[in-house]
């Protein structure tokens, strides 16, 4: 049983049970905000009058007879498209993913093999290439791209987004490589595989978490970009992100704000799902490049 001085709250403990909970209201209250909101109309979740009208639901009352109403989701889901938007994005990020971790995986073991000095080099050339911002990369693909007419289609955008990625997923999986000692591949030499054997059916299960933790950070870049697809894509082929933007409209257009609502909670809803799923191999992959074996 423990002792009373040891289940008693302390200042410091009080402290940082405070700081927590004040983070975790920071963190999670502007998605809840939002995701309440997206069942509102205009006038309630951007009144200016009173803010009050958001959480009661007036004018939304007004308009639709009820104190909540899924227009918003109706209108950019179907009316709008959104899920061609999903559809657009659902392939740049998958072809991005998996282009940039097989790349990423190949080039990161064969520089943590290598004892070559060119290899340091490489890595810090692609730290260079990794700090530049998105836009700067970017600008000099636009010529060549309409000089070839291939502006405005996905696998354009996946080559930009997987040239902008790989130096990430090379130096985190170099790093995890590098915690894998060399003997298990030798091992495995010794008992007949070849070197891509060895790497293939040894080595890759053995840091199949830290593959999952770069492929979720790679995800998220593709994902969450706005930058690379703006510029790069046509209306037709907009993925989530910049047809978000386009809901707001501009000084020309007018846009619907309440469709960009709800898109962004159900850009967001999905985030949520694929974080709680690999939870365990997220934790388990950083733990693996942080602490060296």
Not at 164 to 177: A, G, R, Y
Request: proline share 4%; charged share 10%.
């Amino acid at each position: 049983m423990a002792s009373k001085s040891e289940s008693r709250m302390t200042p410091l403990k009080l402290l940082s049970l405070g700081l927590v909970v004040l983070w975790l209201f920071l963190a999670a209250f502007p998605f809840v905000w939002t995701f309440w909101g997206s069942f509102k109309v205009q006038g309630d979740f951007f009144s200016k009058a009173d803010w009050t009208n958001a959480l009661f639901g007036v004018f939304t009352t007004r308009e639709t007879g009820g104190a909540f109403t899924a227009n918003g989701y109706y209108g950019a889901w179907v009316q709008e498209s959104f899920w061609y938007n999903f559809w657009n994005t659902g392939v740049v990020v998958f072809f991005t993913v998996t282009i940039s971790l097989t790349f990423g995986t190949l080039g990161g073991y064969a520089l943590a093999r290598s004892g070559f000095r060119y290899a340091f080099w490489i890595l810090m050339a692609a730290l260079v290439f990794r700090a530049m911002p998105h836009i700067t990369l970017v600008s000099g693909y636009l010529l060549p791209f309409f000089e070839w007419n291939i502006w405005g289609i996905k696998p354009t955008t996946i080559i930009v987004l997987v040239a902008i990625n790989q130096p990430f997923t090379l130096w985190m999986l170099h790093s995890f490589f590098l915690n894998i000692p060399k003997d298990l591949d030798e091992s495995a030499m010794v008992d007949g595989c070849t070197r891509f054997q060895a790497f293939r059916h040894v080595i890759v299960p053995v840091m199949w978490p830290g593959v999952i933790t770069t492929g979720l950070f790679s995800f998220l870049l593709a994902y969450n970009d706005f930058a690379v697809t703006s510029m790069l894509l046509s209306g037709e082929n907009e993925t989530i992100i910049p047809a978000i933007a386009s809901f707001l409209g501009t000084t020309q257009i007018e846009g619907n704000v309440m469709f960009a609502v709800a898109a962004v909670v159900m850009t967001t809803a999905p985030l949520f799902i694929l974080i709680l799923f690999f939870q365990r191999h997220i934790v388990s992959g950083l733990t693996a490049g942080a602490v060296k074996g």
